[in-house]
T-cell receptor, first 111, second 112 residues
Framework: AQSVSQHNHHVILSEAASLELGCNYSYGGTVNLFWYVQYPGQHLQLLLKYFSGDPLVKGIKGFEAEFIKSKFSFNLRKPSVQWSDTAEYFCAVNSGYALNFGKGTSLLVTP | GAGVSQSPSNKVTEKGKDVELRCDPISGHTALYWYRQSLGQGLEFLIYFQGNSAPDKSGLPSDRFSAERTGGSVSTLTIQRTQQEDSAVYLC??????????FGPGTRLTVT
């Protein structure tokens, strides 16, 4: 069955720490990959996406993700987190129209 | 421009009642999606519309759930005879041909 796994359910970091959130998927064939973020009380927003080309993609607010096809991974990174990055992060994959989401990672950044 | 809007933002209903949830997609977006976000299940796909047609209804949890879209725009998700397990946030998204889905703020449904 097709699935998306996010390894960390809850992450707590101090400001200025580096962030890496893992995402693995199990799909055959061509996929489109996404990271969405949900800030407290707000709706889901697209952070970044990968369709094709350079496997290192840059998104908003200093986030980036690397697609490693051989590992079926699309990990999210940020060199230095801020308190305002406190949110829930969702990895998503689609090979057609519907997005299949991971369970999400709740990130808390402490001052 | 205006994003995806959903109404109501919150709905509390008694078990057994029917509810209707509305989604207004971004103007010009031909594709519309419904998802459900709940604590136990995460984000689940429910149904997809291309124009007014729903080629994939496979995500609807039961025959109590139905959805329609009219004029290639507004969509309504209807849940009949609501059950407590239907309590969740119902999210609507829309997209053009770019596959980027833009989400609305959701409707929080509580079944008492």
């Amino acid at each position: 069955a097709q699935s998306v796994s996010q390894h960390n359910h809850h992450v707590i970091l101090s400001e200025a720490a580096s962030l890496e959130l893992g995402c693995n998927y199990s799909y055959g064939g061509t996929v489109n990959l996404f990271w969405y973020v949900q800030y407290p009380g707000q709706h889901l927003q697209l952070l970044l996406k990968y369709f094709s080309g350079d496997p290192l993609v840059k998104g908003i607010k200093g986030f980036e993700a690397e697609f490693i096809k051989s590992k079926f991974s699309f990990n999210l990174r940020k060199p230095s987190v801020q308190w305002s990055d406190t949110a829930e992060y969702f990895c998503a994959v689609n090979s057609g129209y519907a997005l299949n989401f991971g369970k999400g990672t709740s990130l808390l950044v402490t001052p | 421009g205006a994003g995806v809007s959903q109404s109501p933002s919150n709905k509390v209903t008694e078990k057994g009642k029917d509810v209707e949830l509305r989604c207004d997609p971004i103007s010009g977006h031909t594709a519309l999606y419904w998802y459900r976000q709940s604590l136990g299940q995460g984000l689940e796909f429910l149904i997809y519309f291309q124009g007014n047609s729903a080629p994939d209804k496979s995500g609807l949890p039961s025959d109590r759930f139905s959805a329609e879209r009219t004029g290639g725009s507004v969509s309504t998700l209807t849940i009949q005879r609501t059950q407590q397990e239907d309590s969740a946030v119902y999210l609507c998204a829309s997209s053009s041909l770019s596959y980027e889905q833009y989400f609305g703020p959701g409707t929080r449904l509580t079944v008492t």
